[in-house]
């Protein structure tokens, strides 16, 4: 009996390790808070293309650091974060075959910004769909993921 209460405390100890690591965010946008994470259960990291293009792209990396290149192929460095709770969970819409969330992103390249205003959050639209098994940033630039 004390070899399963001890297995039990292990894997509940274990779970809540594993639940804890992940990095929340606050952030400030119009004078209201928001949380991001970099986390949300779907493999969001990666390269993010335009379909049947090679450029402009979205890079997000695991660590919330990205570049985020524009039509006119600049390269820019972000900070970027999915929209959840004050604990971690992700904020999300579900749909038929899709979830919808909130994409924030900032400009990091603090010391080039001309004004207060590009140094702001940014939001935009970040879908899956699941049929498909593609994630779209603003529903343009997209990256297939396998479950």
Same mark, same amino acid.
């Given at each position: ?19 804890? %690591?992940?990095? &929340? ?18 493999? &969001?990291?990666g390269?993010?293309?335009y379909?049947? %293009? ?8 695991? @660590? ?5 290149q524009n039509?006119?192929?600049v390269?820019e ?13 992700p ?28 140094n702001?959050?940014?939001? %935009? ?5 699941? @049929?498909k ?15």
């Amino acid at each position: 009996m004390k070899k399963i209460t001890l297995l039990l405390a292990a894997l509940v100890l274990s779970a809540t390790h594993s639940y804890a %690591q992940i990095k &929340v965010t606050k952030i400030k946008n119009k004078d209201k808070d928001h949380y991001i994470a970099t986390v949300i259960g779907y493999p &969001v990291t990666g390269v993010y293309s335009y379909v049947n %293009q090679i450029e402009p792209i979205t890079i997000l990396n695991p @660590d919330g650091t990205g570049i985020m290149q524009n039509e006119d192929l600049v390269k820019e460095n972000i900070i970027w974060g999915i929209e959840c709770t004050e604990s971690g969970v992700p904020v999300f819409k579900e749909g038929f075959n899709s979830a919808s969330y909130s994409f924030w992103y900032k400009k990091s390249d603090t010391a080039k910004s001309k004004s207060e205003d590009e140094n702001e959050w940014i939001l %935009q639209s970040f879908s899956i769909h699941h @049929d498909k098994m593609k994630m779209f940033i603003s529903g343009e630039r997209v990256k297939e993921y396998i479950e």
